[in-house]
């Protein structure tokens, strides 16, 4: 069993919106903080933002304000809401939590 699967994604013009889930088991869910990554093409992976358990939120500093990150317990899934998306944002996109890495993937942002 995977333990973090993740949907969503595609290619979205600048200045669109997409949103991004990751669903889990309930242990991982209710007990571990959960995150998004990202990885550019020849940029290291990033951390994008940061969930606790209790929903306190983290964001990295170039998402801050069009980004947003929350949680379902009813679903055992976190979503990223991306907002006012750019050319920069272009990336795949993991989940993480503890040790596991979800399958990552690919937001485009072009004209």
């Known amino acids: 069993q995977v333990p973090l699967v993740e949907s969503g994604g595609g290619s979205v013009q600048p200045g669109g919106s997409l949103r991004l889930s990751c669903a889990t088991s309930t242990a991982i869910f209710n007990g571990y903080a959960m995150a998004w990554y990202r990885q550019a093409p020849g940029k290291e992976r990033e951390v994008v933002a940061v969930?606790?358990?209790?929903?306190?939120?983290l964001y990295g500093n170039s998402v801050k304000g069009r980004f947003t990150i929350s949680r379902d317990a009813a679903k055992n899934t976190i979503y990223l809401q991306m907002d006012a998306l750019t050319p920069n944002d272009t990336a795949v996109y993991y989940c993480k939590s503890t040790e596991h890495w979800g399958q990552g993937v690919q937001v485009t942002v072009s004209a």
């Open positions: 969930i606790s358990p209790g929903g306190n939120t």
